[in-house]
């Protein structure tokens, strides 16, 4: 396997240690391609549906409108890195004198996580002294399962064991969050108007599966190993960046015009009193 291929020095992703076709590094191009553009015109629809929110929810979406930002930079950044990285010569695509890094992924969830729970948090409306204790399990919860991750990556290629063993300390720290997670909603969905209470109790389920998508492709290379396994891994993450924050923001922003409406709020309204408190 490619973890006998202790000739690597420690810390180097699996990325670069193959050599790949026009096909395979097309695809890995494009996927990156698609991942940024998808946060780019989530950008658009967040701050565009911005004034739609009533402002107890408001910052739900401006959070959004951040992750798009912080996701966008990040695939943008790593796609230069996968471009700068590989030289073409005699057909094949080789590592060239520069690394691939695939940790910028880790550290983009390290802004993104907090940010991602929190919406729940505002989403869900709780009272100040709920919202702080909730968000600050959530967010202690994430950063611990986001840099043991980190720190495990490192050593996919050099030392499995070492690799397995934080990837187990981070997939506790994830069993965590979504034990908070189930709490939280469970007990705090009564206050929903009901037509939103069902869609709140299956957000628990599109989160568990949607965020899985990112330990599975952790894992992936321990059982399988070649240039394809690179291509999968790379369209896993894209997806899983696509869900979890481009539509995991539109249903929460969907949730919280619901709401907005259930409390009577109206955008019209609010542009009157704008209005008429300017003429
Ligand atoms: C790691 C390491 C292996 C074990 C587990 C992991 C979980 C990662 C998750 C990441 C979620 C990221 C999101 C990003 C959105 O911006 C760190 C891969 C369990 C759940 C939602």
Known sequence: T????SRFPEGINLENIFTYT?????IVTNVFTLGFAAQAAGLI?????????SPPYRLASVLSAVVMVSAFLELLRMEQNWQN????TDGFWRLGTEVFFNGFRYINWSIDVPLLLLQLVIVLGLTQNRAISYSSQLIIGGLLMIWTGYIGQFYEVTNLALFAFWGIVSTLFYMYILLVVWELISTTVGNLPSNLQGMMRNI?????ITWSFYPIAYVLPVFWSTEWTIVTRQIIFSFADITTKVIYGAILTYIARQRSQADNYQEAIATVHIRSSLS
């Open 45 to 53: 629809y967040f701050v565009a549906t911005l004034r739609k929110v």
């Open 204 to 208: 628990r389920w599109y989160i568990l």
């Open 2 to 5: 490619v973890f006998e291929a």
């Open 22 to 26: 026009p096909l395979q590094y097309a």
């Open 85 to 88: 990285a590989f030289v073409f």
